[in-house]
């Protein structure tokens, strides 16, 4: 069998810079997102081996609708919900398909989906399959979004409003107004719908996301994932009961996946616990606030709020220079190109985590305006 469109499709993109391999984890860890440092951590595997001495399988089997659903997973939901002040909560295997379920189910015909121009690409993939319009709005801008909203209005449209945002964006570590965008969504009698995935475990009280003042009004929905701080895999919808039943009902991601992992569910319930202990978080912001300093003082570059520290550089080719001479240093940070991110902005992904310390920072600093300079 010929593959030769294959063939030349990779090959223009290597030319471009952009063929992408995959690459074994070595350095120091400046690229994940297991924030908390609980991915690898002793209690997760304790929680682990407790949850398989009594008995948690490995395997689901099946779908939930089919013979997949276990006690685990109807656990963690009822801790989730508790846990992010929601009427109910529905586990996905993971955030992309948590993100594709949303949008390519909730939103009807005559509906409209208005999200931010950066939101995340499993929003993207489930609009494509959306029944509804949907539009991007420009980033962080409240004000376009209401004169958006009030357009569509004034056109006569009777359908609901959807609003799709990140409260901590993935590749820019900024944040939107929530709670001007809450104002918005009750003004236009909207659905506010927040992607969580990098606020989750992190950010807002107890590390229940940005978004948790708000939690429990019947017009926000918000995505939790389980894969960055929580160090597990999969993620949370939460919001009404009425969307949690509708979504086991019409949500093909949900009804034809096979259920996520009941071990992994029962160890991602004892994540939640750590999570609301404050000594990571505590020691996770501490840590934020020194590299904002000290990425300023050793290189002239302001800090983004968060504890994702984008590095943008412009050229592809210089993304990825900078990223081989760090990693040539022992640093794991890697290169992130279009179409990850608008074009002409690549840049380095810094992503800090609770397992760092002041001094290894400093040393990613150090190398990182040497390097700069150089390739200047």
Not at 69 to 87: I, V, Y
Not at 119 to 147: F, Q, T
Not at 216 to 227: E, K, M, P, S, V
Not at 338 to 365: K, Q
């Amino acid at each position: 069998m010929a593959y030769g469109e294959f063939e030349l499709q990779l090959r223009a993109l290597d030319e471009r810079g952009r063929y992408r391999r995959l690459h074994r984890r070595t350095g120091i860890d400046f690229t994940s997102n297991d924030y908390l440092g609980l991915a690898e951590s002793d209690e997760l595997r304790q929680a682990a081996t407790e949850a398989i001495a009594r008995g948690v399988p490995v395997g689901a089997g099946g779908s939930r609708l089919l013979r997949g659903n276990h006690r685990e997973h109807e656990a963690l939901e009822a801790e989730a919900a508790s846990h992010f002040g929601t009427e109910a909560a529905l586990y996905f295997g993971a955030g992309y398909s948590a993100n594709h379920a949303i949008f390519s189910t909730l939103p009807q015909r005559d509906d409209i989906v208005l999200h931010d121009e950066l939101v995340h690409a499993s929003v993207h993939e489930g609009l494509r399959h959306c029944r509804a319009p949907h539009e991007s709005v420009p980033h962080n801008d409240v004000e376009a979004l209401a004169a958006r909203l009030a357009q569509w209005r004034k056109a006569g449209e009777r359908g609901r409003p959807w609003i799709a945002v990140e409260s901590v964006y993935s590749m820019d570590g900024d944040s939107p107004a929530l709670a001007d965008l809450v104002a918005v969504a009750d003004r236009f009698y909207a659905v506010l719908v927040v992607d969580e995935a990098h606020a989750t475990g992190v950010r807002g009280p107890d590390g229940r996301g940005l978004a948790a003042p708000f939690e429990g009004r019947d017009n926000l929905i918000t995505l939790h994932t389980c894969g960055k701080a929580l160090g597990t895999s999969g993620a949370f919808v939460l919001g009404p009961k009425i969307v949690r039943d509708f979504l086991v009902n019409r949500a093909r991601p949900f009804i034809f996946a096979t259920a996520p992992s009941p071990l992994i569910a029962a160890v991602t319930r004892a994540a939640l616990r750590i999570s609301r202990e404050p000594q990571r978080r505590e020691r996770l912001a501490h840590l934020v606030a020194f590299a904002a300093r000290d990425l300023k003082a050793r290189c002239g570059i302001d800090a983004s709020p968060s504890h994702i520290l984008p590095i943008i550089v412009g050229a592809d080719a210089k993304a990825l220079a900078l990223a081989s001479a760090l990693q040539a240093q022992g640093f794991d940070v890697r290169a992130i190109r279009p179409p990850t991110v608008p074009e002409d902005t690549a840049r380095l992904r810094i992503a800090l985590s609770a397992n760092l310390s002041e001094d290894v920072i400093s040393e990613l600093f150090d190398a990182m305006a040497t390097a700069l300079r150089r390739l200047s």
